[in-house]
Nanobody, 119 residues
Framework: QAQLVASGGGLVQPGGSLRLSCAASGSISSIDVMGWYRQAPGKQRDLVATITSGGTTDYADSVKGRFTISRDNAKNTLYLQMNSLKPEDTAVYFC?????????????WGQGTQVTVSS
């Protein structure tokens, strides 16, 4: 199984920026898709953005043009650059990885990192 550790959250003012990171470790052979999801209090967990091993990206409409997802395949690390942050972006952000280890297919989640956008 793979382990994911997310970091980079914090408190930022509206209009500010943050960069989230998510490092995957374990006996990983390959990671096909990595993604960021977020969950606000009392709401379901929603997709923010995904990226394939080939670099194909997909974004929720609410973050298009403001957030950029990227990954370093050599380091098995995922990033989310968040610009022009809004109060409605406040949530716990989770990373997810879908790939293969020597033992077979895995789907793993990170522990979540809090992002708070407030003046």
């Amino acid at each position: 199984q793979a382990q994911l550790v997310a970091s980079g959250g914090g408190l930022v003012q509206p209009g500010g920026s943050l960069r989230l990171s998510c490092a995957a470790s374990g006996s990983i052979s390959s990671i096909d898709v990595m993604g960021w999801y977020r969950q606000a209090p009392g709401k379901q967990r929603d997709l923010v953005a995904t990226i394939t091993s080939g670099g194909t990206t997909d974004y929720a409409d609410s973050v298009k043009g403001r957030f950029t997802i990227s990954r370093d395949n050599a380091k098995n690390t995922l990033y989310l650059q968040m610009n022009s942050l809004k109060p409605e972006d406040t949530a716990v952000y989770f990373c997810k990885a879908d790939g293969r280890t020597l033992l077979g297919h895995f789907v793993s989640w990170g522990q979540g990192t809090q992002v708070t956008v407030s003046s």
